[in-house]
Each structure stands twice: as C-alpha cells, then as structure tokens.
C-alpha cells in the first residue's frame, strides 16, 4: 500500500542553519509529491509540490527533489529565519487520494 | 478569494452526545475531503465527496460516522454516540476537480475544528 515516512522531530535550529527534514515513500505507482506547512493556529499549507520523478519544487527558499530511485523527497532550506517554525508534512498522492506522515515539527532560534 | 472555513473552531462535548461539524469549501470546488488529525499525527483520510456524492467513504472508522453534501458545495459531518477516542482535530480540504480529472489536484485546507470528547 502507499504510505509517508518523514524524520522524527522536534528539530531545533539556529537562524540562518541550513534544514533538511527527510521523507520516503512507498507507493504502488507514480504518486505526485507534496510538502505541506503547518504555522502555529493555522490550518495546513501547501509548500510545494513534484508531480514526476526527478521535477523539483520550490517556494519560499525551500526546495524538494523527486527522486524515484531512492523512493524520497526530502525538504531542504540553505538559511531558515525564525518564522519558519511550524510544523513540516510531507504527503504524496496517487488518483487524488493522499497519506500524509506523521509530520516534523521545526523552531528556529534567533 | 476566501479559502475553506470551518465551524465550530473549537466543540466539546461529553461521552455519548452527537456532534455536526461543518466545512465550507472554496467556491467552485467539485472535491471536498475530511480528514482526522491526532496529536502528533499526520491528517488520516475520512470521506471524499465529488459533487455531492461521497465517492469514497473507506476512511470512516465505523458507523458512529456519517458525512453529507446535499447541494455539493457545503458539507457537514456527524459523529453520533461520540466517544472519547473520537477526540481529534478535524479537518476539511477542498480541490479543483479531485479524483476524477485524470491530474494532480492540491488540496486546500481549512483551519480545523477541534473536537474534545470529556
């Protein structure tokens, strides 16, 4: 069956720290490739998404590559800011159908 | 434009009431999702709606669980007989056109309403 797994948090970092939060899939065919952001209070907000293998997304200084050969997607910033705190999910979907992971959740320190 | 909303944001109740909790979808969405949040979990899926039939209803833990969408916009889902494992953040998503346009559709997501069964 198709599932997420996403790297265990708390993460805690200093400003300006380079963030990687990592995610694999497993799935039975070509599912597109979702980071969704969670603020404190708000609802979840898509970050960015990859629909086929090796397409990268981006947005707000975040970048997540699809790669089919490792089965990941890992979410990497080069300098996080302290409003980047929230909480991190990576989710795939295949016919519109979506599994979510258990979720990441990142503090930025000034 | 105004996103998916949800009320009540927040309802407690106690063991064995009936609760309605309702989503109003993006205008124009023909998909909408429910899906249920426990702490420290990712979104589980509930029921899918294409218009205003539930095309998917296979993440429904049991028959206490009931959703509906008579006009295809609004929707509203029921727990009766709540328990307190039924304790959890639920959360709507609405789509342009879901799983019958043969693409990737992005979800939109409301704030939730978090339902506490004393």
């Known amino acids: 069956g198709n599932s997420v797994t996403q790297m265990e948090g708390p993460v805690t970092l200093s400003e300006e720290a380079f963030l990687t939060i990592n995610c694999t899939y497993t799935?039975?065919?070509?599912?597109?490739l979702f980071w969704y952001v969670q603020y404190p209070g708000e609802g979840l907000q898509l970050l960015l998404k990859?629909?086929?293998?090796?397409d990268k997304g981006s947005n707000k200084g975040f970048e997540a590559t699809y790669r089919k050969e490792t089965t990941s997607f890992h979410l990497e910033k080069g300098s996080v800011q302290v409003s980047d705190s929230a909480v991190y999910f990576c989710?795939?979907?295949?016919?519109?159908?979506?599994?979510f992971g258990t979720g990441t959740s990142l503090t930025v320190i000034p | 434009g105004a996103g998916v909303s949800q009320t009540p944001s927040n309802k407690v109740t106690e063991k064995g009431k009936y609760v309605e909790l309702r989503c109003d979808p993006i205008?124009?969405?023909?998909?909408l999702y429910w899906y249920r949040q426990s702490l420290g979990q990712g979104p589980e899926f509930l029921i899918y709606?294409?218009?205003?039939?539930?095309?998917?209803d296979s993440g429904l833990p049991n028959d206490r669980f009931f959703a509906v969408r008579p006009e295809g916009s609004v929707s509203t889902l029921k727990i009766q007989r709540t328990e307190r494992g039924d304790s959890a953040v639920y959360l709507c998503?609405?789509?342009?056109?879901?799983?019958?346009?043969?693409?990737?559709?992005?979800?939109?997501f409301g704030p939730g309403t978090r339902l506490t069964v004393l």
């Open positions: 205008s124009g969405h023909t998909a």
């Open positions: 998503a609405s789509s342009p056109a879901g799983r019958a346009s043969g693409r990737t559709d992005t979800q939109y």
């Open positions: 990859a629909t086929k293998a090796d």
């Open positions: 709606f294409q218009g205003t039939g539930a095309a998917d």
């Open positions: 989710a795939l979907s295949e016919d519109n159908q979506f599994y």
């Open positions: 799935a039975t065919g070509y599912p597109s």
